[in-house]
């Protein structure tokens, strides 16, 4: 007689596939952070825009110029600034980029799940702005490169280039993503603490191109002064040459030096930050 032998069972352990969790590290907050802003098409195309405009505003300027070169007194065409003449209207797109980055997921919803996994919610804030800073430097770097190729065909004509070897002109190129990317910070900082797309963007671009702009005009000495400390005036001083003045700013003062002026920048954009941290983690999300 055969008898039938049973099958063996595995234990539960061998049968079921284990989930692990891991534990959620800054480093993966950040690289969550990526995908999100690089799965959205219009990151990409903002990042194109901001790039364009390097080239297109240079190449215009310069060929603008060219006609009065003969009339023009020796060194009064200075190549960095013409390589980096789209910097303003890269400004507003990157600067709309970094409060947008904050301020949609409040408006989705989608900030409460994120806070869900990360508790302690000031990480959450600060791998957003790790990816922000980031994305601005490589855009404000690539776009500089662009322009510098763009005005490349009127060196000769208008007796100019742009020669690293120069501490001046090294500054302005290097300074230009610097810029950019400080300038995000801040604006990124007015979204968390504003949570609104609409009011963010209006609050960054009526700071740097109507409050600054009206500081900076108003013919008394203690305004003038207190104008050469605010962002984008500040900031401004470290892409600024001594031939062409500010391209940004209306004020032209002289009291900060470059990295000083751009010290004060870091520390508008670093002060805006912490107060949003503050508020993430006394308000409601």
Request: glycine fraction near 8%; charge should be positive; proline fraction near 6%.
């Amino acid at each position: 007689m055969t008898t039938a032998t049973p099958a063996t069972s595995l234990p539960a352990s061998r049968t079921r596939p284990r989930t692990v969790v891991q534990p959620v590290s800054f480093g993966r907050l950040v690289a969550s952070e990526w995908v999100k802003i690089r799965s959205l098409r219009s990151t990409w195309w903002t990042a194109l825009l901001a790039v364009a405009f390097f080239p297109l505003m240079g190449a215009m300027r310069a060929s603008s110029v060219s006609g009065i070169a003969d009339d023009a007194p020796d060194d009064w065409f200075v190549g960095p600034v013409y390589a980096t003449s789209g910097l303003t209207l890269t400004q507003l797109v990157l600067s709309g980029l970094a409060v947008v980055v904050i301020t949609a997921e409040y408006r989705t919803g989608q900030i409460r799940s994120t806070l869900a996994a990360a508790p302690t919610r000031v990480p959450v804030l600060l791998a957003k702005l790790v990816v922000v800073v980031g994305l601005v430097l490589a855009t404000g770097l690539v776009g500089s490169l662009a322009g510098w190729a763009s005005v490349a065909p009127w060196f000769e004509k208008l007796q100019m280039t742009v020669d690293l070897a120069n501490p001046d002109h090294l500054r302005i190129m290097l300074g230009v993503p610097l810029y950019l990317a400080a300038m995000a910070a801040l604006a990124y900082g007015i979204g968390a603490i504003l949570r609104s797309s609409a009011a963010g963007i209006a609050t960054v671009l009526g700071l740097v191109f109507v409050i600054e702009p009206a500081f900076a005009y108003i013919p008394w000495k203690p305004v003038q002064d207190l104008a050469t400390l605010l962002p984008s005036a500040a900031g401004g001083r470290l892409i600024t040459h001594d031939a062409t003045g500010s391209v940004i700013s209306g004020s032209q003062g002289t009291v900060l030096g470059p990295w000083e002026g751009y010290g004060v920048l870091v520390a508008w954009a670093v002060a805006a930050v912490v107060v949003g941290a503050v508020l993430l983690r006394r308000r409601d999300a």
